[in-house]
């Protein structure tokens, strides 16, 4: 078994291969030279293999979970392809969104241990600035929230919640049939729910709010045919 194998399948690296491997910032780091394993180039936005139009001049870096104490770095200079259908892009990369720092699985852990533990542990534990792991972790949750659609909405309800003893809320929008959040945003002005109608929602029949003579007003710009009325409960 060669050390490039035995790197993939230690670190359970998948949709890439190991070209070489280097240590560096005093045997901290580990920079892993890699490429998609698949041969051919795809468009990141229709998966279709596209020709080569030329080689990044720079190579890319993209930090990865940490194992055994080291730090790891992928490295990789991409490609920019031409497209039949969306032209000039930039090769679709199987370990990473395509303007992201780090790797998908160092999201997935940042998501899943921001739920078990404070946001200060879990940046200790992966070995991050805790600014940088709260920045990642905002960035991921709005890039993911970005691709979910809001489908077969029929009723909602808006809430406050408080925190910091007070000082500060968020307004909370929920399906009031599915019993799931629908978005979260920061304030308890008119603007907060009203970037919710603009950007999320085209369509509702029914509002209920938490009681309060600020929570029952006519909401504009709601669709034709549609109940725009915020009832207090």
């Known amino acids: ?9 230690l670190l359970k690296l998948k949709g890439l291969k190991v070209g070489s491997f280097s240590f ?19 468009c990141p936005e229709c998966n279709r293999r596209a020709k080569i139009k030329r080689i990044m001049p720079s190579a890319r870096i993209w930090r990865d979970v940490c194992v ?6 992928l490295i990789y200079c991409p490609k920019e392809i031409v497209c039949p259908t969306h032209g000039r892009v930039q090769e679709q990369i199987p370990w990473a969104d395509a303007f992201a720092r780090i790797s998908y699985r160092l999201e997935y852990l940042i998501l899943v241990y921001s739920q078990l533990m404070t946001q200060k542990a879990a940046a200790e ?15 991921t949750i709005e890039r993911v929230r970005d691709g979910h659609r809001i489908r077969g909405l029929k009723a909602i309800g808006i809430d406050e919640v408080s925190y910091q003893k007070g000082h500060k809320y968020i307004t909370v929008v929920y399906d009031l049939e599915r019993a799931c959040v629908l978005w979260v945003g920061k304030g308890k002005a008119r603007d907060t729910i009203d970037t919710f109608f603009k950007k999320k929602l085209s369509d509702y029949q029914l509002v209920q709010m938490h009681p309060g003579p600020e929570n029952t007003r006519i909401v504009p710009g709601s669709s034709p045919g549609s109940r725009s009325r915020l009832t207090g409960s």
Not at 1 to 9: E, G, H, L, Q, V
Not at 68 to 73: A, I, M, N, P, S
């Open 1 to 9: 078994m060669t050390n490039s194998k035995f790197i993939c399948k």
């Open 24 to 42: 560096k910032g005093r045997g901290k780091e580990l920079h892993l030279f890699v490429k998609p394993f698949k041969n051919g180039c795809r």
């Open 68 to 73: 055994c104490g080291l730090t790891v770095f």
């Open 125 to 139: 534990l992966l070995h991050l600035p805790s600014s940088t792991f709260s920045d990642i972790l905002h960035r």
